[in-house]
Structure formats: C-alpha cells, structure tokens
C-alpha cells in the first residue's frame, strides 16, 4: 500500500512537471506559436491521460484488496485498461511537434510504451502469482520514470534552447548532453529487447523470436542514429 502511494505521487508530480513544462513556452513568430501551442495542448492531453489511467489503475488494485469488488472485475477492468491505454500511446503519432520538440515527444512515447509493459507484468502477477513478473513490472516503472525524465529534460533544452529570430532564421537545437542522452535511451531500448525476446538463459525458443529479437534491436539502433545530433 505504501508503494503504491509513493508510486501515486510520483506520477502526479511528473504529470504536474510536463504540465508546467508544456504551459510555459512560446515563439516569436505567430504561426510558429500557434503551431507549438497547438501541440503543448494536444501533448498535455495525451499526459493527462497517461496519468489519469494509471492512478485508476492503481485504485482498481487497492479496490480489490479491500474486497470492493472480485478478482475477475479486477481482470476484466485491466484487460480494458491494456485497451485503453495502446489507444492512448497511439495518439503520440498523431502529433506535429516543431523539429526542436520531436526527441522530447518520442522519449515520453516510449515511456508511456514502457510503463505499459510494466502493467502487462503486473497484471501477469495478480493473475498467476508468478514473483518474476512482479519483479520485471517494477524494473520497467523505473524505466518509464527515468524515460519520462529524459523527456522532460529534453523538452526544457528545447524550450530554453529557442532564441528570438526572423523569418530568415532556423531553431538552433542545443547539443549539450544529448548525445549522452540518447546513447541512454538507445541501449534502454535494446535491454527491454532481451527481455521480451530472450529466455532466462539467454537464448531463443524459437527461430522467430529471434528474428523478433534482431528486428527489435535493429529498431533501437536506428533510433539512436535518427536522434543522433
């Protein structure tokens, strides 16, 4: 119970934090501001929603634990949860952020991405019982934190990076630490390969996940050289 609060405030806090990040900035020039205000809405929305859908996933749990409702009212709301919460990611894809603001909007995509592999896990745990996948839910809510941190971080270089300029002038993205940044995410990205693909020896039970697996790290690979400055 103590967890799952802490679990609570952190998200809260986060949200509040890409809330405040997103409210604040603007550009010089109209039409380039209302494209970015337009943006900050629509990806402060799609946070809300991340938010909003994790706290009433923890307080579904909570629900059962005191004998608010059944076991299988439990499954039957994470298996809508898991529905609910893809239609939510997709919506990343719908965005049209300004060049300065695309790594920011892809860092807080993926971790969305992870935070729902995380509850997939743990709802694997609730059914079966089975300690592993508790232990695999919690090491990917440290992940999605430290994603939506990366996010974070590289919305406020983007935003702190814009300078006053004239219609002959381009964004100038900062570079300070992003290499670093996305050399992080991009072996982040290659370990949840290993762990969704390889067994616990570390090899393929299939030809075909391992074609999974290649094609999964082939995708982190690409992603670090596109974001690559």
């Not at 919460?85 to 695309?102: G, Q, R, S």
Request: aromatic share 10%; glycine share 4%; net charge negative.
């Amino acid at each position: 119970m103590k967890k799952k609060k802490i679990q609570n405030i952190i998200i809260g806090i986060i949200a509040i934090s890409i809330v405040v990040a997103i409210g604040v900035y603007n550009y010089s020039l109209d039409q380039t501001k209302q494209k970015g205000l337009q943006f900050g809405v629509e990806l402060e929305q799609i946070q809300v929603e991340v938010k909003e859908l994790q706290t009433k996933f923890y307080s579904e749990k909570t629900r059962w634990e005191e004998g608010d409702i059944t076991k299988e009212e439990l499954s039957k709301f994470y298996e809508s949860h898991v529905e609910e919460f893809e239609k939510t990611i997709a919506k990343y894809d719908m965005l049209t952020p300004p060049e300065l603001f695309e790594s920011s909007v892809d860092l807080l995509k993926i971790s969305s991405e992870t935070q729902l592999e995380s509850d997939t896990e743990f709802i694997k745990w609730i059914k079966t019982g089975d300690e592993s996948a508790k232990v695999r839910s919690d090491t990917q809510f440290q992940e999605s934190l430290e994603y939506e941190m990366l996010g974070l971080v590289e919305f406020y270089s983007a935003k702190t990076g814009i300078k006053n300029y004239d219609e002959s002038e381009d964004f100038e993205a900062p570079q300070m630490g992003l290499t670093q940044k996305v050399i992080q995410v991009a072996e982040n990205m290659k370990r949840q390969c290993d762990n969704k693909f390889k067994n616990e020896s570390g090899n393929f039970d299939t030809d075909e996940i391992e074609i999974d697996w290649f094609n999964c790290v082939n995708d982190a690979q690409k992603w670090k050289i596109d974001h690559l400055p």
